[in-house]
């Protein structure tokens, strides 16, 4: 069973780019994050003509979170339990993002993740995005305690590098978000909690990165980010046998689809 994580920065922009590479790659089941559009708007007959049943969370053109399977997709939840509200504008009433989406796809519980970015330290954006990784720490164990049979992967964009290797250079993201303390320390939670990251072994040492900007050659340069990450709990963890960031799907060109996300998909097989 071959399970993905794909910030797809809209699936309006790159529903063929995408199910191309799902057939191509023989993807079991896909968690898309930054879908970008509300579900009415998401374009289903791409996926349902390769073989994917699609459940997806999406409010409006920012955010959201899908789940394509292949191999059922039952019990679709939209959020976790306990997931912190946000709000801007006074007028308009907090309300939860669709940022959290599970599904159990052939007896594994995927849960498709779009954490806050954080904007910027001290923003309130910021404190959300903290308190949000807080309360899907609380759930997740809760999750592992109440079934430590259970097989749970939490993959998606964590907008967090939790280690000073997963950044092309710590001097230019200095004091900036995804790699200050209280965020590392929040991810690092979650691992305490009962979850690995199951394809760091696979894919060890520095520069070895899933997000890279468009802008100044960033790609080409290798000057990215390792923000992406499937976090399995132990019956997950131990089904594990290959793991690998697919950079190629970073690349444009006349053998790829469309322009591409600015993110590379995360790959797994279960044994």
């Not at 529903?15 to 057939?23: G, K, N, S």
């Not at 039952?74 to 939860?96: L, R």
């Not at 997000?211 to 960033?218: G, H, I, K, S, V």
């Not at 997950?236 to 006349?254: L, M, N, P, Q, T």
Request: proline fraction near 7%; glycine fraction near 8%; charged fraction near 25%.
């Amino acid at each position: 069973m071959r399970i993905a994580t794909w910030n797809v920065n809209s699936i309006r922009a790159r529903a063929e780019r995408v199910t191309d590479w799902l057939q191509r790659a023989d993807v079991d089941v896909l968690a898309m994050q930054e879908t970008k559009c509300s579900d009415d708007q998401f374009p289903m007959m791409p996926f349902l003509a390769a073989g994917y049943e699609v459940a997806h969370c999406g409010f409006n053109q920012w955010n959201g979170v899908a789940i394509a399977s292949r191999v059922g997709i039952d019990d679709v939840e939209v959020g976790f339990e306990g997931q912190p509200t946000w709000g801007d504008k006074p007028e308009v009433e907090a309300a939860a993002e669709a940022r959290a989406l599970g599904a159990t796809c052939a007896g594994v519980r995927v849960w498709s993740l779009y954490v806050p970015n954080g904007r910027f330290v001290g923003s309130p954006h910021y404190a959300y995005k903290l308190d949000w990784l807080a309360a899907l720490r609380d759930t997740a164990h809760k999750w592992v305690s109440d079934d430590p049979s259970a097989p749970i992967a939490l993959v998606g964009d964590w907008n967090i590098a939790p280690t000073d290797e997963d950044v092309w250079s710590v001097e230019f993201y200095q004091d900036s978000t995804h790699v200050t303390a209280p965020e590392r320390a929040a991810f690092n939670a979650i691992v305490d909690a009962g979850f690995t990251d199951v394809v760091r072994p696979f894919t060890p040492g520095p520069s070895v990165f899933t997000y890279w900007d468009y802008t100044q050659l960033r790609f080409p340069k290798n000057r990215g980010m390792r923000i992406d990450f499937i976090l399995g709990s132990p019956p997950f963890a131990d089904r594990v046998v290959h793991g690998e960031i697919v950079r190629d799907e970073r690349k444009s060109g006349k053998d790829r689809i469309g322009s591409p996300s600015d993110h590379a998909p995360v790959l797994v097989e279960l044994g």
